[in-house]
């Protein structure tokens, strides 16, 4: 340990009253340098606030670019762009460019002030997928639950460990508790029609008033999770062969889940779709809720109005935007799963989340 020295106490400098008004008064007649104003130009900065999302757009469609810039002590009189090998200059905050091509793309601008001062610039790279082909898929996990079932935990945690290891982008998850108040907190009328609606359902013949049931995009299921190391060997299991199938439909989400509570979700066709009825179906999600004894995980809080999807050939989309309220919910454990149903066999065939986290 080094030494502790010992240190000189210095005292701090004391203005005498006269030395003081001589600085007051510049120094005596003749010195006007305290009065002359600052030549300081404040740099401006600027942001992008609008740059599309991952699979918003398909080659052919326009893109919308737009930013915002500030000056504190001035105004910006110009800004700067480059897109890819364009470049342009603009008073505008905002920016179409028309019959995007497929593959990846990025956008720069800079602002310039009165002053002649530059921004530092900001950058927004976005990727336009193929109107033809797959895409990659995310699967989306069903957990038909209920607080009283000794064993719905460990389905819970397995799915949680799920998104963990593959990634939220690639496992969406939603619980549906199936009683309501007051043997489950959490339960709604909801979410027991969802449950119901899986157990009529003619592929999960017999399960009705099995806890816990975990469905996987539709199609495959596991009707119990005895414990927690099996049960997260099966869950990867059903999850990476479905990860395995790409989708013919994405999706791209945008809203706000932290306080006005809205959401846009935008279906685009890739591949020819057969079969049907097609459903967009949406839920609000709730992590980390706790009712006074135990916490649960993606808690389904609200079954938004499902909209039945007529698109099916390459190049349709669909646009539907619901809102909802979020009451005492907490907005920072808010998700938003979307999914496309098909009723005629139950799978699900694609879904996407929008989060706040």
Request: charged share 25%; with cysteine; net charge negative.
């Amino acid at each position: 340990m080094p030494k502790a020295r010992n240190r000189r106490r210095v005292r701090p400098a004391r203005w005498s009253i006269a030395a003081a008004v001589m600085l007051l008064l510049g120094f005596g007649a003749g010195c006007d340098w305290f009065d002359e104003p600052l030549e300081v130009n404040l740099i401006p900065t600027v942001r992008i606030t609008g740059c599309p999302g991952a699979g918003e757009l398909v080659e052919g469609d326009d893109a919308t670019l737009e930013w915002m810039g500030v000056d504190l002590d001035g105004e910006i009189t110009r800004y700067e762009w480059s897109f890819d090998d364009s470049t342009g200059t603009t008073t505008l905050t905002s920016a179409t460019f028309t019959d995007i091509a497929g593959g990846d793309h990025e956008f720069v601008v800079t602002a310039f002030d009165d002053g002649g001062a530059e921004s530092d610039p900001d950058t927004c790279a976005f990727s336009v997928g193929s109107t033809g082909g797959l895409v990659e898929r995310s699967v989306l996990c069903e957990l038909l639950t209920t607080k009283p079932c000794v064993n719905c935990w460990k389905a819970e945690l397995a799915l949680l460990r799920m998104v963990q290891d593959l990634g939220a982008d690639r496992v969406a998850v939603v619980a549906y508790h199936f009683h309501p108040p007051p043997v489950d907190p959490v339960g709604t009328a909801e979410t027991m029609a969802r449950c119901n609606w899986y157990y009529t359902y003619p592929n999960f013949g017999g399960l009705s008033g099995t806890f816990p049931v975990t469905i996987f995009d539709g199609l495959d299921y596991e009707d119990d999770a005895p414990d927690t190391t099996s049960t997260k060997i099966a869950f990867r299991s059903r999850i990476e062969d479905r990860l395995a199938v790409d989708s013919p439909v994405s999706i791209a989400m945008a809203g706000d889940v932290s306080s006005r509570g809205n959401v846009t979700v935008t279906v685009r066709v890739h591949e020819q779709l057969t079969g049907g009825p097609r459903f967009l179906r949406m839920v609000v999600v709730e992590d980390e809720v706790f009712d006074g004894e135990e916490y649960f995980e993606f808690v389904a809080r609200d079954i938004l109005d499902e909209e039945e999807l007529t698109v099916s050939a390459v190049g349709d989309s669909a646009v539907v935007t619901r809102n909802f309220s979020i009451g005492t919910w907490d907005p920072q454990h808010l998700d938003v799963i979307a999914f496309v149903q098909d009723d005629s066999s139950a799978e699900i065939i694609q879904s996407a989340r929008l989060s706040t986290q």
